[in-house]
Every structure is written in structure tokens, then in C-alpha cells.
């Protein structure tokens, strides 16, 4: 299991795969600002997000992990195989679930697993220009825009590896 400072190191010697600006590509950008966020705050990224977001959104149900008292109400993923024409399972479901272990560093990139409610309390905070339940700035107003306008150029989303017709009605922030 690598720690956050040898998976950095690893990290820092590769080349990129591209120069900055000509590809999109997801995740690694996303990685690195949870680990900058863990370097800033010297905490674990998952009591960052719990302090500063999961508990002012009444969030109670979220996590990189989900507890063993709870993985009976946690269900398979599924994802589609268009080949076959059937729904394969991503993910199963209890204790051989991705989501029952600890991964070996929470990432910003993703990882985070929630029920509806949760979700719907995050939603509800972003349409609501980033104020929570009680009315409580949780983030920025600015911080809500950037995170909902389009940041990937034409010309980047053309090279990008994505599926044709991915970015037709889609955008990321």
C-alpha cells in the first residue's frame, strides 16, 4: 500500500501524457488537489470534506468507505455490456464491495460513496448558490458557478478520448 507522499513521488517522475491544455483527461488533476487539501489542512481529506461540507449539509450517510453494519443496505453496481445486451455487475455488493475497505488514500478524484438523501441535501446546497439548510454559506457563490459552467474548450473536448457524442450535451466544471 502506498502512502500520499510515495504515490506524489511516483507520480512526479512520469512524463505527461500530453501538454497541458491540448487533451481532457479526468481524474489525476482531481487526485492531486485532495492531496494539496491534505498537505494545506494536515488532516485526512475525508474530515476536511465531513468538517467543511458532509456535517453543515446534515450529510450523515457518506463516506470513502461504507461501515460493515451497514453494507447489507448497499447494493451491486451494475454497468452496461453492450455487446451481450445485459447489465453486468460493476461492483458487488457486501463485504467484497470496492466501498467495504479503506482505500489507500482518499482521493479527490472520486471514491466517495452516499445515500439519495445525502446526495439530494449536496443538490439542493448547489441551487442554492452553495447555502445549506440553515441558510449557512458552505460554498462560495463563485466557487457554485465555476463548479457548474463548462470548463473544457470545443477544440479539447474534439481530442478527446470520450465516446462520440459524449460532450453533445454535457460539460464539466
Not at 95 to 105: G, L, N
Request: with cysteine; aromatic share 10%.
Amino acid at each position: 500500500m502506498l502512502s500520499l507522499d510515495e504515490w506524489l513521488a511516483r507520480l512526479s517522475r512520469l512524463p505527461l501524457m500530453d501538454h497541458p491544455g491540448d487533451v481532457w483527461r479526468y481524474d489525476l488533476s482531481m487526485t492531486v488537489l485532495g492531496a494539496l487539501i491534505m498537505r494545506v489542512t494536515d488532516q485526512p481529506l475525508g474530515d476536511v470534506m465531513a468538517t467543511r461540507i458532509f456535517d453543515p449539509l446534515g450529510m450523515k450517510d457518506r463516506g470513502f468507505t461504507v461501515p460493515a453494519d451497514k453494507l447489507d443496505r448497499f447494493p451491486p453496481c451494475y454497468r452496461p455490456n453492450r455487446e451481450a445486451g445485459t447489465a453486468d455487475i460493476w461492483d458487488p455488493a457486501g463485504p467484497s464491495s470496492f466501498w467495504a475497505s479503506e482505500p489507500e488514500f482518499p482521493g479527490g478524484h472520486g471514491g466517495l460513496v452516499s445515500t439519495a438523501d445525502d446526495y439530494l441535501s449536496f443538490a439542493r446546497m448547489m441551487m442554492n448558490s452553495g447555502k445549506g439548510p440553515s441558510g449557512r454559506q458552505v460554498l462560495s457563490e463563485a466557487s457554485v458557478h465555476a463548479m457548474m459552467s463548462d470548463k473544457v474548450p470545443v477544440e479539447v473536448k474534439a481530442r478527446s478520448p470520450f465516446s462520440p457524442g459524449f460532450w453533445d450535451n454535457r460539460g464539466w466544471g
